[in-house]
């Protein structure tokens, strides 16, 4: 029988700048499904030696949207079907033939080939097309790009577009290359569809600067505002497209649900819609899309066994939002395992997030995170009851994730795996020592430890062995050539969720987070806490972007760079109007049925 759980809110006392908490709380049983007559080490216990009452708190969670049957009862015309399977390798080896093989026909002319590989991507299919393309920008960058004699002959598109691209693949273009853009723009008119898709590719361009690029930095403030400006002069088939880039930046944007969106787009809106790409784009889409749907089921099942929505139920009940996570990191149909495996990690730090952040005592903790880091199953008879159904459940998942990799590969990957949960459950703990000392840490203090405890290290760890072709030995030493790209994306990763979250979390008594932290260090508004995020996600971008240049020709794999960035790019997704992940609603389950469940029509 779930338990009742008693919730009176926080009082939040503010004075000048400086703001305390003062929480009150729940009084609840830890395991929902135990009867009323079993004892327990925490609530109040019936027995005649009864133990202490012992006051928790509930962040009042609401139980998932999905439930098993429905998730398993999901299915699709696509699974299994020769048919399009059939069609689409038709479809490949055409769209193969349309890129140039040679530099006598990239040149004709230049910005088809461009635009073909932009298109490519932007509909979701380019994996399968990934060395063709390879060559083909190769010869590009070599040819045009790399001499800048070259650069006086092409047009603003040309430059704009080719920059992004080019760069987006790791070429070392100079912003210099828009040196004169002011001067190129001089004439350029709203109402001309070519004009604005000059415009909108500079834009584009803009976010992938490094730091200290003062030209991209204007040319960013410059194209934004006159796209503002001018976006209800445009020709509705280019508005659309400048509109959705506004919003966010095709650079920042999560690639399968970019994806989703673009077909449509292409379909109905784009100038000179290639009738091949289209086909192949809802074709892939729709039988990648069968794929996921049968790793859901199966991460599903793996969820229900572990019970722990039943057992653990003050914690996010959240299978689906956790495997959405996993679409947005790697959509790719190969990478089947590694998005279950992910899965399974999501659900994990999930509840493990809750039991530090909502349910444990100091006391549980320190014994939890001790425990964690002797990894010793012998140890969970020192826990509370909750507490060694967590452990026994986390211990034997991330132990069957490295015997399997040890049996697929031969990597020996538990020590690493170890290593990096356990830093993890110590970052989680160093903020548990804050809330119950009323320790209020400095914005730099809060961002050091939190850099670990929003857990992206753990998801690039696993990821790493399961994407690696390498030894255990050289994964341990790219992961320290690959620090400062896995910081950047948990900056951005924790400040996304820092903006999306911070008022549900301030109202039941957390922690003081970035933006109370900048608020207490400054003595700013809120504001002006929410202006300076927004600035410092863009400064972390630009340090990101860079480490994505030097990590390119190190022996870092390139899907690793693409798992690190699609983190940031999901942070974004999921919390930049909320907080999708914890208090999932109507747009997320509309975002879950488009992804997972619904097929884009052919016509």
């Keep these: 029988m779930a338990s009742v759980y008693l919730f009176i809110g926080p009082v939040i006392r503010k004075k000048s700048s400086v703001v305390t908490y003062t929480s009150r709380f729940d009084i609840c049983k830890p395991l929902c499904s135990s009867n009323s007559t079993s004892s327990s080490s925490m609530g109040v216990d019936t027995a005649v030696n009864a133990k202490p009452l012992i006051v928790r708190r509930s962040a009042n969670y609401q139980p998932s949207l999905w439930s098993f049957d429905h998730v398993q009862s999901l299915t699709s015309r696509y699974t299994g079907e020769d048919i399009y399977a059939t069609r689409a390798h038709v479809l490949k080896e055409e769209v193969k033939a349309m890129l140039p093989k040679d530099t006598t026909n990239v040149g004709n002319p230049l910005i088809k080939t461009l635009e073909l590989v932009d298109d490519l991507q932007r509909l979701g299919i380019s994996y399968h097309f990934e060395e063709d393309i390879r060559n083909v920008l190769e010869m590009i960058y070599h040819d045009y790009y790399k001499r800048h004699e070259s650069w006086n002959e092409m047009d603003l598109n ?139 089921k199966d991460s599903s099942r793996w969820w229900r066994n572990m019970k722990w929505d039943q057992k653990l139920c003050f914690a996010r009940d959240r299978l689906v939002e956790n495997f959405l996570w996993t679409i947005g990191v790697s959509y790719l149909p190969h990478f089947s395992y590694g998005r279950r495996v992910l899965t399974k990690v999501n659900a994990l730090i999930t509840t493990i997030d809750d039991i530090y952040d909502v349910y444990g005592t100091l006391d549980e903790l320190e014994k939890f995170t001790d425990v964690i880091d002797r990894w010793d199953i012998n140890a969970i008879d020192e826990l509370p009851d ?159 972007n860079k480490e994505r240049a030097l990590c390119d020709n190190s022996q870092i794999s390139r899907e690793f760079i693409e798992c690190a960035t699609n983190i940031a790019r999901m942070s974004q997704f999921m919390y930049g109007h909320g907080d999708w992940h914890g208090r999932p609603d109507d747009v997320t389950i509309n975002h879950v049925l488009s992804l997972l469940c619904d097929p884009i029509q052919e016509i």
């Design 158 to 296: 040309l430059k704009s577009l080719g920059f992004r691209l080019l760069r987006q693949h790791g070429y070392q273009v100079p912003q210099d290359i828009f040196h004169n853009f002011m001067d190129e723009i001089q004439n350029l008119k709203p109402q001309s569809y070519e004009d604005m898709v000059s415009l909108l590719n500079l834009y584009e361009a803009s976010y992938h600067s490094f730091e200290d690029e003062s030209i991209l930095d204007n040319v960013r403030d410059f194209t934004t505002r006159y796209l503002q400006e001018n976006l209800e002069n445009m020709d509705q088939s280019i508005s659309l497209l400048v509109s959705h880039a506004l919003e966010l930046p095709l650079h920042w944007r999560v690639p399968r649900v970019e994806a989703k969106w673009f077909i449509q787009v292409y379909d109905q809106k784009r100038n000179g819609m290639n009738p091949t790409l289209i086909e192949l784009a809802r074709m892939d889409f729709n039988i990648v899309q069968t794929i996921h749907l049968e790793d859901l």
């Design 386 to 544: 909750y507490m060694k159904i967590c452990f026994h459940g986390f211990y034997n998942t991330i132990n069957e994730i490295a015997y399997n990799t040890l049996t697929d590969t031969g990597f020996h990957s538990l020590p690493f795996l170890k290593q990096a949960w356990t830093d993890l459950c110590k970052a989680y703990l160093v903020e548990a020592k804050w809330f119950h000392n009323r320790h209020a840490p400095t914005l730099e203090e809060y961002l050091d430890n939190a850099c670990v405890s929003i857990s992206a290290h753990v998801t690039l760890m696993h990821f790493n062995f399961l994407a690696s072709t390498t030894s255990s030995a050289q994964i341990g030493q790219c992961m320290e050539r690959a620090d400062n790209i896995v910081r950047c994306s948990a900056q951005i990763l924790r400040l996304s969720d820092d903006l999306g979250t911070s008022a549900d979390e301030m109202e039941r008594g957390d922690n003081s987070k970035s933006i109370q932290c900048y608020m207490h260090d400054t003595g700013g508004t809120e504001d002006e806490a929410r202006t300076y995020l927004h600035e410092l996600i863009m400064i972390t971008w630009k340090k990101l």
